[in-house]
């Protein structure tokens, strides 16, 4: 199983409800089973986290102290508690949560703990066995365990080295067409509230009222402020009774308003691949790719073709918020913009003795007009690759915000004698053309439109210990800027372009740009 991951293992700031969350949320594969489920099937048990708690271990130096610490802390969490530098165990309170939106900041007080001159010894293990008596249903205990060693590698390793059922992998994660039950929507944690960052066309949350751009007050009538992210992700998802009550603050008329809205549960699937003909008479086409899942290439292929013979003159792909997935269904996107035989990017492997692997084109492109990509900072992993790669060879203009910044792939395997349990570990970094990696620094837009004043979480702002390239790129990320045509402050022009993409400012400048840039006669 090769993989380019996940975006966020640990601390879930870009919430996508179409997605599953590795450890933390209940998505269901089918309507049949939440993630406890899939966990309380393996052979998991409280023994596994024994051994990495180890006083001698845990007390050795500052990586191995705060490994200990953020798996305390994230079993602690998931039941409602926190855990003191000195040991204590109490219910979280709303100033906690709001100082743990990340795992830097979760661990800030810790680091601070190992820095002192005393260094206690921190009781990791009874920590560890006290909490086991906190969890009200045994079925849930697998899952537990599974955060505690989740949240240690996150420190020990990196923060997207994992442990995840099998199962759950292969029924969901890397399939297409699994049905999960979902609301279709993705928001954004803030320390207040949840910013709405995206609803999806047709989906309960759309016929429910709910709009991009929105603030989410409260979830069932309890207040946002007071949930960690994990316990949000759970709370978003509908009740047995099939509905999900909204509070929510939104802009009308200048004037600030409270809505409450309900979801109702229905079987709606997010799609892979979408694709439209925007209005105007620029007749630009507009093809979103959420996830880079088996079989993601053949829809954007179908549904380009389908562009093309609507006859859509330029090409905007939308890859915001979409947080990755498998890197060669990424290189067979790529292909469809690209000629046959050129270098897309190499991973490189952090060992050095086995070879890069090299990713080039192997048939003819099937777009050759003008294309725009639209990225944000929930942009990562295998859309990074992709949103790179166009940009790096020249190929086209990124427009949005600057990327997550995840450069790194992991490759999966059974985790030692546990056969329901599969492990993902960091391997290497993928690398562009011209040889830079996007790890850490994210990709910059060639345009900037930012979507509004609530600034992207990404790979260094949200990690404790992210791997660091030897190489980490300082300078140009692309020669792209070089080649970019400005167009012509024209109110007139804006209008013949036909932008009507409503409150989306985003898709609105990226539609204005292919259809100047054709007025302009460029190439992209």
Known sequence: MKSSGKLALLIVLELALFLPSWFGADKIDRGTKTIEEYWAETDLSPSELDSLLDPRICHSDRISFLSCANSVLLVAEKLGYSVSTQGQISPLTRQE????????????????????????????????????????????????????????????????????????????????????????????????????????????????????????????????????????????????????????ERWEHEQKLNKYLEILRSDYVTPTVTASILNGRSRTGLLSINKFAHETCASARESLASLMRQEASGILLDLRDNPGGQVEEAACV????????????????????????????????????????????????????????????????????????????????????????????????YYFPSGWTPQVVGIEPDIAVEFNELSGNREAELFYNPVLPKDLWTGPQSLTWLQMMQCQDDAALWEEAGSHSGDDTQLMKAQEWLFCHRQAGGSL
Do not use: C
């Not at 442990?163 to 049905?179: G, K, M, Q, T």
């Open 97 to 248: 949560i709001q100082g743990r939106i990340t795992e830097k900041e979760a661990l800030q007080n810790w680091a601070k703990e190992w820095a002192t001159k005393t260094k206690k010894e921190v009781p990791f293990k009874s920590i560890w066995h006290q909490l086991q008596d906190l969890a009200e249903r045994p079925k849930q205990m697998p899952q537990l365990v599974a955060a505690g060693l989740n949240g240690y590698l996150s420190i020990a390793k990196d923060p997207h080295s994992y442990v995840i059922p099998l199962a759950y992998y292969e029924e969901v994660i890397s399939r297409n067409d699994a049905r999960q039950n979902n609301l279709g929507f993705i928001i954004r944690r803030a320390p207040d509230y949840a910013f709405v960052r995206k609803v999806f066309e047709a989906s309960p949350a759309m016929r429910a009222g709910l709009k991009k751009g929105d603030r989410i007050l409260q979830i069932n009538g309890v207040d946002v402020a007071l949930m960690l992210p994990s316990a949000l992700t759970e709370a978003l998802r509908p009740s047995k009774e099939g509905r999900l009550s909204l509070k929510v």
């Open 334 to 429: 790529l292909n469809l913009f690209v000629p046959k035989g050129r270098l897309l990017f190499e991973t490189r492997y952090l060992d050095g003795k086995r070879p890069a692997d090299l990713y080039r084109t192997e048939n003819k492109e099937l777009f050759t007009g003008p294309l725009a990509v639209l990225i944000n900072s929930g942009s990562a992993s295998a859309s990074e690759i992709v949103a790179g790669a166009l940009k790096d060879l020249g190929r086209a203009t990124l427009i949005g915000e600057k990327t997550f910044g995840k450069g790194t792939f992991q490759d999966g395997r059974l985790w030692g004698s546990h056969t329901r349990v599969a492990v993902f570990e960091t391997q290497g970094m």
